[in-house]
Each structure stands twice: as structure tokens, then as C-alpha cells.
């Protein structure tokens, strides 16, 4: 058994011990919204939004993307469990930043271990095989923070199974201290109509 699963099992029956009524939490979030982030470690969703559990739901990917995946939790979030408002929330120093599509799919197509950040770009470290299938996936990269952010507002906005009604707000995360930061042209894009 690795290390980190034996802290991760520990760590869960110190939680069972604690977790009392928490079994009652109703199904759908008691504050009616929903989160769009990146699945970056430095993000802590509830701390950042002041959630407790039951409270929203949260919806993580690389880079916090508007993903067809990403859209069809946000459509099952407000259709089935009633959220009302819903967040895309970007984040600074994020690493979906430094690297495109072409950069990847070269990458995987050299060796499927990590590859390092150097000065120069990332290098491929790891030996064969790898794997040409990363030509088929949209990594959905991006060079610019707030246009990435007011792009998936836009994107879900503009999706035909997105009532208007729902306001999506969009932000970046400061990782550096820890607030939220209104992009001006994410927040009129998501506005109700």
C-alpha cells in the first residue's frame, strides 16, 4: 500500500468519526449554486467561497473550462438540483497558461511519463512509447486569463440548454492572496436576461 493512500484512508476514518448529521444533507445545495474551477491543489473551493458541505456544487477541470463535461454538470446543477447562479472561476499562475494544444500533443506523442518545465519550454523526460491520440482532445490551453474566463461565460451563456435566467459570474482567482477578482467583460457576458 503506498504512503499516500495510507494517509488518505487515515485521514477518511478520523473524518467518519466526525461526520454526524452530515448523512442528512439534502440532495440538492441548500444555497442554490454552483462553482466552474480549475482542479489546481492551491484552489480550496470552500475556503475561497465560504462553503460548507451541502452548501453548492462544485465542478473542477484543468483549467476551470466551459468543457462539454463541465456544461453538462452546470445543465444538471440548475435542471435536476435547482442552482440558480453559477461561477466560472479562473485562477492566476495557472499552468494551463504554458502550454497550447501542439505543445502537448508532441509531448504524449514522445513518452507518456511527466515532462519538466525548463526555461526554454517543457521537455519530455520519460522514454517511449507514446501515444499520437492526443491529436483527437481539445486540451483547451489559453494565453490570456480574463479573455479565457470571459470566453467560458460566453460559451455557457450562449448554450441552448442554459436558460437565460441564470446570472454566471466570472472571475480569477489571485493565488497569491487568496481573492477573487471580477473580470468586468465575463460579468456582463453572464448577465440574466
Request: overall charge positive; some cysteine; aromatic content about 8%.
Amino acid at each position: 500500500m503506498s504512503q499516500i493512500l495510507k494517509e488518505v484512508l487515515s485521514a477518511n476514518k478520523t473524518y467518519v468519526e466526525g461526520f454526524g448529521e452530515k448523512g442528512k444533507l439534502a440532495l440538492p445545495p441548500k444555497r442554490q449554486f454552483a462553482i466552474l474551477t480549475c482542479m489546481d491543489a492551491r484552489i480550496d473551493p470552500a475556503k475561497m467561497a465560504g462553503l460548507s458541505e451541502g452548501d453548492a456544487h462544485v465542478i473542477r477541470n484543468a483549467g476551470g473550462r466551459a468543457s462539454d463535461d463541465a456544461v453538462r454538470s452546470l445543465v444538471i446543477s440548475y435542471k435536476l438540483l435547482g442552482t440558480k447562479e453559477w461561477f466560472v472561476i479562473h485562477h492566476l499562475d495557472c499552468g494551463m497558461l504554458l502550454f497550447d494544444d501542439g505543445v502537448m500533443r508532441g509531448l504524449l506523442s514522445k513518452s507518456l511519463e511527466t515532462a519538466r518545465l525548463t526555461p526554454k519550454g517543457w521537455e519530455d523526460v520519460g522514454k517511449g512509447p507514446g501515444s499520437d491520440e492526443g491529436k483527437y482532445v481539445n486540451f483547451l490551453s489559453f494565453k490570456d486569463l480574463e479573455g479565457s474566463v470571459t470566453e467560458d461565460v460566453r460559451r455557457i451563456r450562449r448554450h441552448p440548454l442554459v436558460p437565460g435566467k441564470i446570472p454566471i459570474f466570472g472571475f480569477y482567482y489571485d493565488v497569491k492572496t487568496g481573492r477573487l477578482v471580477e473580470v468586468a467583460d465575463a460579468m456582463k457576458a453572464g448577465k440574466a436576461v
